[in-house]
């Protein structure tokens, strides 16, 4: 059977039909739809009303008819009761594709569900994944672009578009990333990560889609689930991964099911609104107290923002079959997680765990957003971290890189210990992380204040400084929307404002129009480092080996048997001359002549080399024969 899979708008879709005769009545059932041959047993949770203690029957459908006799295909194991009456959960054993009717009976009175059971994906995109070739291009879809003006206010959801107020709905949406994909891909970009697209149906800010209100559908405002899958195959046609964004830790205070909790610990409660105290450093504190760890996992983190309980184990099988459902249904490549650490650290771990079973090859890049780099590691798998703890997560972002490059490049560089060296520094504590080449590297996001933001002068060379450091640097780069036109924010005084950072697109309402000579330029160098490497290997697959500079420079080569190349970048007032002889260890096995990549021009290492202010050179040198 075919593995075909439609879902669409709000409605309970995926040749789902809900049949309410009186009570019982079932309003959802959640995942919408499940698979043949996977891992995760599925558990069904139907909600509705007075569905606790009802009797399941299954039946197969066939042609619209429905099959009498025993059913083989689906078959109910057990079952159980939420603290609500209106929901029931069905652990279901998964035979065979079809279509199935689930019907509850309770006081001689009925209704029933049908079931869409799939066959799985013979070759699931997520077991290839993102990985170190890859550059991320991160898109808030708020502000990207405008595809389809007619859907920038829907009569199911609250907040109405608001185009010039900072924290509004703008419009963008997935019809504008569709129209946009070629011009991410001829930038040098590989894969796509959007934040979350999941309604989000708070009466204000619900641009940013991190209070959702409904796990299984698109937000209307963005399109739908059907036109997701289209911006999915789209990508996949043009050789463009796509990373889903998810945020276990908290819902919306929108959600659906904040009217009637299946259980009171469905979210963590106190009788007065208590938020996280974010100091998620106390998970490994060894002397942490209790009350602070708890405090930190068990607080909102915001007032819209219901924190989920996931030492509730219904809590927790929801929303590994709901990362599961994403990916399977969708053929996603991988996925990012938002707020790492502030979920229950043994739960979160579990989840993570149960993620890569189902897809051994699975790339989860999680927020870890703290410092210093002993904080990160210690999310990241495989840690070596004597309380034993193993988050299972493969990749985490590299903030202290990312607050490295800032500091770097936002001041003069005068005094000790100053400048590039902040970067050498960071990349010096590698030997904390695990797996360092599977580290999401940055010069921004969502949450930043932009690259030119946070650049002495907002200087547009030293953002060029910034994109070779990224393109060359060990790790996956990602690239915050239009940066590579250099967009800063709104609000230069108050450059943390989320509102005014997150800028529109300067395509937002079609090609990109008003452009400067130097955003034009910087857009150029973008595209020329990230394409070059695209296809090179060494970046992908190589070492690293770095050298110490105090004079406000940084070089490191990228090597490997066959081929190295040589990373020199000047941020300094003055110009630098290479002190080649300091990198000999190295490159006394290639060969000393190569063409920088960004100008074209020839270099001999057995001359003298000077750098201009304010510039990088990247040099592949073959192996020498």
């Not at 197969?60 to 006799?69: H, R, T, W």
């Not at 029931?88 to 006081?107: E, H, M, N, S």
């Not at 963005?222 to 997701?228: A, C, M, R, T």
């Not at 100091?279 to 219901?306: E, I």
Request: proline share 6%; aromatic share 10%; hydrophobic share 35%.
């Amino acid at each position: 059977m075919k593995n075909i899979i439609r879902v669409s708008g709000l409605a309970m879709c995926l040749l789902l039909s809900l049949c309410m005769q009186a009570k019982p009545r079932i309003e959802r059932a959640e995942p919408l739809s499940w698979f043949t041959d996977m891992k995760m047993p599925l558990t069904l949770m139907l909600q509705g009303e007075d569905l606790a203690d009802a009797t399941v029957s299954i039946q197969q459908v066939i042609n619209g008819k429905v099959m009498k006799g025993e059913c083989v295909g689906l078959v109910a194991k057990r079952q159980h009761n939420a603290e609500s009456p209106n929901y029931l959960f069905v652990d279901l054993d998964v035979k065979q594709t079809g279509t199935y009717r689930i019907t509850l009976t309770k006081d001689k009175k009925s209704a029933y569900v049908d079931y869409v059971i799939n066959a799985r994906r013979p070759e699931p995109r997520a077991n290839k994944s993102y990985g170190p070739e890859d550059v991320i291009y991160l898109i808030m879809p708020d502000r990207f672009a405008n595809g389809d003006p007619t859907n920038d206010n829907t009569d199911n959801t609250t907040e109405k578009a608001a185009p010039t107020e900072w924290f509004g709905r703008h419009g963008g949406d997935i019809r504008g990333i569709i129209d946009h994909l070629d011009a991410i891909k001829s930038l040098g970009a590989t894969a796509i990560w959007n934040t979350p697209l999941l309604l989000d149906n708070e009466p204000t800010q619900s641009y940013h889609g991190y209070a959702c209100a409904d796990y299984y559908h698109i937000d209307p405002r963005f399109g739908s689930n059907d036109l997701y899958r289209d911006l999915v195959n789209a990508a996949h046609r043009k050789g463009l991964k796509m990373i889903m964004d998810i945020v276990p830790n908290h819902c919306g205070s929108a959600h659906w099911w904040m009217n009637d909790l299946p259980y009171y610990d469905w979210i963590h409660q106190y009788p007065t609104f208590t938020r996280s105290n974010w100091q998620f450093s106390t998970a490994a504190d060894p002397h942490a107290s209790q009350a602070d760890f708890l405090g930190m996992n068990s607080g909102w983190f915001d007032t819209s923002m219901p924190d989920m309980n996931l030492d509730n184990p219904d809590v927790l099988k929801y929303f590994q079959q709901w990362a599961i459902w994403w990916v399977e249904a969708f053929d996603l490549d991988g996925l990012r997680v938002d707020t790492y650490p502030y979920n229950e650290k043994v739960p979160i771990s579990k989840w993570t765990k149960a993620v890569r079973e189902e897809y051994p090859g699975i790339n989860i890049v999680g927020e870890c957003w703290t410092r210093p780099t002993s904080q990160v590691a210690y999310w990241q798998a495989d840690a070596h971290n004597p309380d034993g703890y193993n988050s299972n997560l493969p990749c985490v972002m590299d903030f202290p890189l990312q607050e490295a490059i800032a500091a770097a490049l936002g001041g003069t560089g005068e005094g000790w210990g100053q400048g590039m060296l902040k970067c050498y520094e960071v990349v010096a504590e590698d030997f904390l992380y695990a797996h360092p080449d599977n580290l999401l590297i940055f010069d921004s996001n969502h949450d930043t204040p932009r690259v030119r933001d946070m650049m002495l002068d907002k200087s547009f060379e030293r953002n060029k400084l910034v994109i070779a450091l990224l393109a060359t640097m060990r790790g996956i780069p990602q690239l915050t929307y239009g940066e590579e036109y250099g967009l800063i924010s709104l609000n230069p005084e108050d450059i943390g404002n989320h509102g005014a950072l997150r800028v529109n697109h300067p395509w937002f309402n079609g090609t990109a129009q008003g452009l400067t000579k130097e955003q034009v330029d910087l857009n150029e160098y973008y595209s020329k480092v990230l394409n070059w490497r695209r296809g090179n290997k060494t970046i992908h697959e190589g070492k690293l080996m770095h050298f110490l500079s105090r004079d406000n420079t940084y070089a490191y080569v990228r090597y490997t048997d066959k081929e190295a190349v040589l990373v020199y970048i000047n941020a300094a007032s003055e110009p630098r001359q290479i002190p080649v002889a300091q990198y000999h260890e190295l490159l006394i096995n290639y060969g000393k002549k190569g063409k920088d990549v960004i100008s074209g021009k020839e270099f001999d290492l057995n001359q003298r080399i000077t750098v201009d202010p304010l510039t990088a050179i990247i040099v592949p040198l073959a192996k020498a024969e």
